[in-house]
């Protein structure tokens, strides 16, 4: 936006975004349409859009000003648009639902925000490959970042999930950032008990509009992944960099390896669920995949505590820091090697250990999960006495070789299901939806 | 006519937005490369208008590879990470041109996102920022409007080509490009000439500047009244400008006579032209073409162009016609070799008398009509033929993208790509052009002044050439550092050219043993004469500092009491004294002592 000082200058001088305009400066006039302005950047500058295509910033200060032509109701606010749209006959459909993200993102004067819209005729009309995947249904829940994510809007897409399979959808494909998707997917996968069919997430890591976008394979795969014979909730996005192959990764064994790439999500401690060819879509599964059935009905488990703490041991981590967690409804450590934390075990009870302030926690009826903050492997509390402290003093996990996130998600997903600490600690336990494995894979790097 | 000319100046150093150091121009592809296989969409502008050379390329829908050298590319260039700000150093040459050519410059520079998406970028675009609008480069040949100066990404380098697929190499992607566009001024093609090789000249003034083949390209816009702009791309050879815009100048004249024929000859022009799958009459064809296709199930497809009887084989230029105009079209879109028309003789393609009446009959043609025959795969002949066809029914010079050839013609490309083809870079921030960013970039000194003061330190002959040199920013950096400048311009014009001829890879010696090799004979540790041995040695060994190679060969220079007293134990004898240590001693202090004992 520009500053308050040129809005009003502006004004007197009756030009508006979108006029075409000559801004003298020096012996030369640039020409062209008035642009919006971007937040970032010197707000005492013009943005114009030269006749190439180019915009150049021109600072109004000592600069003549002159309205060349009206142009400005292009950019006037166009009416929101519904946001449920059908491509094809409406039956048994595939539901894509939009919760936002860069999938969904692109600059948008009209609005001075990113839309969020995704509708699914344009969709079809942008990537017409979708065109086999018809009738599709589209639907924004909202539109947010996934770093903007929290608990409550896992409980509403894992509902708007249930409408949809009560409203005959076959399938479903939900776009969401990529930040915290695998948080999601992992809410999703214990939140969906009973599934019939395929919850399918997917997103971007370059945005759509740009021409080399991940964005039309990710909605594609996921498309064909969504009418696929399985029945789990699954992650599907680019295998590597190339554009030969998507992955789909497991709901609560996936991670965002990777800031930028479009090869992030990865499987952690397992294999992919399967894979999907880009060109034509055929889909292959492992055999942990769950066939689909239609008759299934979703029990919705779908309440989450907001109030877990999520935190990564380090050296140097005190018991004040400990002491602090005591305002949570749970806890979850990462922890160092096999699950570990600074507890000094020659001498368990002295001050730079934190393991009194842990024990206290536990006492105190808060549960307390451990879950290895290596990138892979298991939760093991019986191989140095430093784990046989921390299992002692009733942290949660040994054995387990959850993600962190995983473990984070679960223990949300447990508060909101139970109360009772032990009842607490044994749904922790149970291995669901593959978040647990019962023994660890040979060969993985 | 007039013609406006597009310079692109390639920039050394790091990456216009990331810190990969750019690769020569000769960089040779490591055998180990990562590969990368990406499809290209559609994108849509800034003010959601998809632009029509996007759309085009699109339509083709072929796959690309990207060969990654790593020590030159990284995940910006793959497009895997979000640009670093705009390389300062980069800028600051745009803005010193700028300054020279006393151009208006921004107050803030916009980075924007040309989409490109014929898969020379990866991203689909390439960031191209305006510097500066108008301004003009003086020279001795008068005054050189200029309309633009923009620094933009260079393009990834292609390696081969098909109809379904295209190679690239990442190490030239983003090298940083200078982009000047002329006022269309020249009148002629002299002019042009003259202007291209005026502006090449002011460009190789900056310090930042690649020399050697391809680091330089012009672009080549062409008008004439009744055509279109076209704008040329891909001249390598600036000797080649005066044909290549004559021969434009032909092309758009006939064109535009071609257009104003077919009007003529149609009341009502058609807006859409059927064709039909013509394979039956062929099925047992000696004409290789056509029965090549046929056997690996292509098809062969043709098309009546009714009123059209000898327009075909209308010349536009030397062995162009307007046949090869459709054809051109025909290739771009469908990837297909081209394509068999009326006007032409069918014994070249050994179509038999009866096969070409039969198609004539099949097609209905009449004696003024005209027919086109395309065959080739089904998914390939489609597109080409529908190409062709829709280029015929264009009834005026369109406005086009074209590529040189190396003899001075162009062939069609794209559509003119306009403004739709931008959209804002929204990962890099604006950047303010403050006063002191415009202090910290310099002055350019002129061609005329700096070759005056090159001619004043090197003489005449010696002088115009290192201005032209492509070791001039290295000549320059030397003396900076107090290195002799006759002795520096001899060393990298002569000692290094002689050492190349001779097979030694000079690239070995890198600039900092250059500058040393200056600096131990400022400070009278070796001889001028030791100069080419020890560059010699220094390609073999380049990980070896200059001193300790002269150390090891015994190359130290050798003066006062010591070459005195070996004077005297080697008997005074000059010419045996000067081939024994004439690499390592002074021949002025010889000559001086030699006269001394006489």
């Known amino acids: 936006m520009y500053?308050?000082?040129?809005?009003?200058?502006?004004?007197?001088?009756?030009?508006?975004?979108?006029?075409?305009?000559?801004?003298?400066?020096?012996?030369?006039?640039?020409?062209?349409?008035?642009?919006?302005?971007?937040?970032?950047?010197?707000?005492?500058?013009?943005?114009?859009?030269?006749?190439?295509?180019?915009?150049?910033?021109?600072?109004?200060?000592?600069?003549?000003?002159?309205?060349?032509?009206?142009?400005?109701?292009?950019?006037?606010?166009?009416?929101?648009q519904k946001n449920s749209y059908f491509a094809g006959e409406k039956g048994s459909h595939i539901t894509l639902l939009s919760t936002g993200g860069t999938i969904a993102s692109r600059i948008d004067y009209k609005t001075g925000a990113v839309d969020p819209q995704i509708d699914a005729k344009s969709l079809v009309g942008a990537y017409p490959s979708l065109k086999e995947f018809e009738p599709i249904k589209c639907n924004s829940i909202f539109s947010i970042l996934s770093e903007d994510m929290s608990p409550l809007h896992w409980e509403k897409i894992a509902q708007a999930i249930k409408n949809e399979f009560d409203g005959g959808a076959q399938g479903v494909v939900i776009a969401h950032g990529t930040d915290t998707m695998g948080y999601t997917a992992a809410a999703l996968s214990y939140s969906l008990e009973n599934l019939p069919a395929p919850v399918v997430l997917t997103g971007a890591q370059r945005s759509p509009d740009r021409a080399s976008s991940d964005a039309p394979q990710n909605i594609f795969c996921s498309m064909a992944a969504a009418r696929a014979n399985f029945a789990q909730v699954c992650i599907c996005m680019h295998a590597s960099t190339s554009d030969t192959l998507n992955h789909l990764h497991i709901g609560t064994r996936v991670r965002k390896a990777h800031t930028s790439g479009r090869w992030a999500f990865k499987s952690i401690g397992t294999r992919p669920l399967g894979?999907?060819?880009?060109?034509?879509?055929?889909?292959?599964?492992?055999?942990?995949?769950?066939?689909?059935?239609?008759?299934?009905?979703?029990?919705?488990?779908?309440?989450?505590?907001?109030?877990?703490?999520?935190?990564?041991?380090?050296?140097?981590?005190?018991?004040?820091?400990?002491?602090?967690?005591?305002?949570?409804?749970?806890?979850?450590?990462?922890?160092?090697?096999?699950?570990?934390?600074?507890i000094d075990a020659a001498n368990p009870n002295s001050k730079a250990s934190i393991l009194p302030a842990l024990r206290s926690l536990v006492d105190s009826g808060i549960p307390v999960a451990m879950a290895p903050q290596c990138g892979e492997g298991r939760v093991i509390h019986g191989t140095y006495s430093t784990g046989t402290y921390l299992a002692n003093a009733g942290i949660i996990g040994n054995g387990a070789d959850w993600l962190a996130e995983t473990c984070y998600v679960k223990m949300c997903w447990a508060l909101g299901q139970e109360k009772d600490a032990k009842k607490i600690k044994e749904i922790m336990l149970r291995p669901m939806h593959g978040d647990i494995t019962s023994f660890s894979l040979i060969g993985e790097e | 006519m007039l013609c406006g000319l597009e310079i692109h100046q390639r920039l050394e150093g790091k990456k216009l937005f990331n810190s990969c150091p750019t690769p020569l121009p000769d960089q040779k592809l490591p055998e180990n490369c990562a590969r990368i296989t990406r499809m290209l969409n559609t994108a849509a502008s800034e003010l959601g208008v998809i632009d029509s050379a996007s759309k085009f390329e699109h339509s083709r829908s072929r796959t690309f590879e990207y060969l990654a050298p790593e020590d030159f590319s990284c995940l910006v260039d793959s497009d895997e990470e979000p640009p670093t700000s705009i390389n300062k150093e980069a800028l600051l040459q745009a803005l010193k041109f700028s300054k020279h050519i006393n151009a208006s410059i921004v107050d803030e520079v916009q980075v924007m996102r040309k989409a490109v998406t014929d898969g020379s970028n990866p991203s689909g675009f390439q960031r191209t920022s305006l510097i500066s609008i108008g301004g003009e480069l003086k020279y001795e040949g008068g005054e050189i409007p200029i309309t633009s100066l923009c620094i933009e990404e260079e393009s990834a380098g292609i390696i081969s080509s098909n109809p379904d697929s295209v190679s690239y190499r990442l190490d030239r992607m983003g090298v940083p490009l200078i982009e000047i566009s002329t006022e269309p001024v020249f009148t002629s093609a002299e002019e042009a000439a003259k202007g291209a090789q005026a502006l090449g000249m002011a460009l190789r003034m900056l310090d930042k500047v690649m020399r050697g083949l391809g680091t330089i390209r012009q672009d080549v816009n062409v008008s004439i009244p009744g055509g279109a702009?076209?704008?040329?791309?891909?001249?390598?050879?600036?000797?080649?400008?005066?044909?290549?815009?004559?021969?434009?100048?032909?092309?758009?004249?006939?064109?535009?006579?071609?257009?104003?024929?077919?009007?003529?000859?149609?009341?009502?022009?058609?807006?859409?032209?059927?064709?039909?799958?013509?394979?039956?009459?062929?099925?047992?064809?000696?004409?290789?073409?056509?029965?090549?296709?046929?056997?690996?199930?292509?098809?062969?497809?043709?098309a009546k162009l009714p009123l059209f009887a000898g327009i075909l084989g209308t010349e536009l230029y030397s062995e162009k016609r307007f046949g090869s105009e459709l054809s051109d079209y025909a290739k771009q879109a469908g990837g297909v070799k081209g394509?068999?028309?009326?006007?032409?003789?069918?014994?070249?393609?050994?179509?038999?008398?009866?096969?070409?009446?039969?198609?004539?009959?099949?097609?209905?043609?009449?004696?003024?009509?005209?027919?086109?025959?395309?065959?080739?795969?089904?998914?390939?002949?489609?597109?080409?033929?529908?190409?062709?066809?829709?280029?015929?029914?264009?009834?005026?010079?369109?406005?086009?993208?074209?590529?040189?050839?190396?003899?001075?013609?162009?062939?069609?490309?794209?559509?003119?790509?306009?403004?739709?083809?931008?959209?804002?870079?929204?990962?890099?921030?604006?950047?303010?052009?403050?006063?002191?960013?415009?202090?910290?970039?310099?002055?350019?000194?002129?061609v005329g002044k700096r070759e005056k003061e090159l001619c004043s330190l090197l003489g005449d002959d010696f002088g115009k050439r290192m201005l032209r040199s492509r070791n001039l920013p290295l000549f320059e950096r030397l003396i900076a550092n107090g290195a002799d400048a006759k002795l520096a311009a001899i060393t990298l014009e002569q000692t290094l050219v002689a050492l190349r001829r001779e097979g030694i890879d000079i690239s070995l010696i890198g600039e900092d043993s250059l500058m040393e090799i200056f600096s131990l004979y400022k400070n009278e540790k070796i001889t001028k004469a030791s100069f080419e041995p020890l560059l010699r040695l220094c390609s073999g060994s380049p990980e070896k500092s200059i001193a300790s190679l002269a150390r090891e060969n015994n190359l130290q220079k050798i003066s006062g009491q010591e070459l005195e007293a070996l004077w005297k134990k080697e008997g005074g004898d000059m010419r045996k004294f000067m081939s024994k240590y004439g690499l390592v001693a002074d021949a002025a202090e010889i000559m001086k002592m030699a006269k001394k004992k006489n």
């Open chain 1, 3 to 80: 500053s308050a000082q040129i809005e009003a200058q502006l004004k007197k001088l009756g030009i508006k975004i979108g006029d075409i305009i000559s801004v003298q400066k020096g012996g030369q006039a640039f020409e062209g349409m008035l642009m919006p302005r971007p937040d970032a950047g010197d707000t005492g500058s013009l943005v114009i859009k030269l006749s190439t295509g180019y915009n150049a910033g021109v600072r109004m200060e000592g600069s003549k000003i002159k309205k060349i032509k009206d142009g400005g109701a292009s950019f006037e606010k166009k009416q929101a």
């Open chain 1, 275 to 342: 894979e999907v060819n880009p060109k034509g879509g055929e889909v292959k599964l492992n055999s942990s995949a769950i066939a689909r059935d239609m008759k299934r009905k979703i029990n919705l488990k779908n309440k989450f505590s907001s109030n877990v703490h999520l935190a990564w041991i380090y050296p140097g981590i005190n018991s004040k820091t400990v002491e602090k967690w005591a305002e949570y409804d749970g806890v979850v450590l990462a922890g160092t090697g096999l699950g570990h934390a600074p």
């Open chain 2, 229 to 302: 702009r076209v704008e040329i791309k891909g001249l390598q050879d600036l000797h080649l400008l005066k044909t290549l815009v004559e021969n434009e100048v032909r092309r758009q004249e006939a064109l535009a006579k071609i257009s104003a024929e077919i009007k003529k000859r149609h009341k009502k022009m058609p807006t859409s032209l059927p064709f039909e799958d013509a394979g039956e009459i062929f099925l047992s064809t000696k004409s290789r073409l056509i029965s090549k296709a046929l056997e690996s199930g292509g098809a062969v497809l043709a």
């Open chain 2, 339 to 446: 394509l068999i028309h009326s006007d032409e003789d069918m014994q070249k393609y050994s179509i038999s008398p009866q096969e070409a009446e039969a198609l004539k009959k099949f097609l209905k043609i009449k004696k003024e009509d005209a027919f086109i025959l395309i065959a080739d795969k089904k998914e390939r002949a489609e597109p080409a033929i529908i190409a062709a066809l829709s280029r015929a029914l264009v009834l005026c010079v369109p406005g086009e993208t074209r590529k040189a050839d190396e003899k001075g013609g162009s062939s069609f490309m794209r559509p003119l790509a306009g403004a739709h083809r931008m959209y804002p870079e929204t990962d890099v921030r604006p950047i303010l052009i403050t006063k002191e960013l415009l202090q910290e970039a310099g002055e350019l000194v002129s």
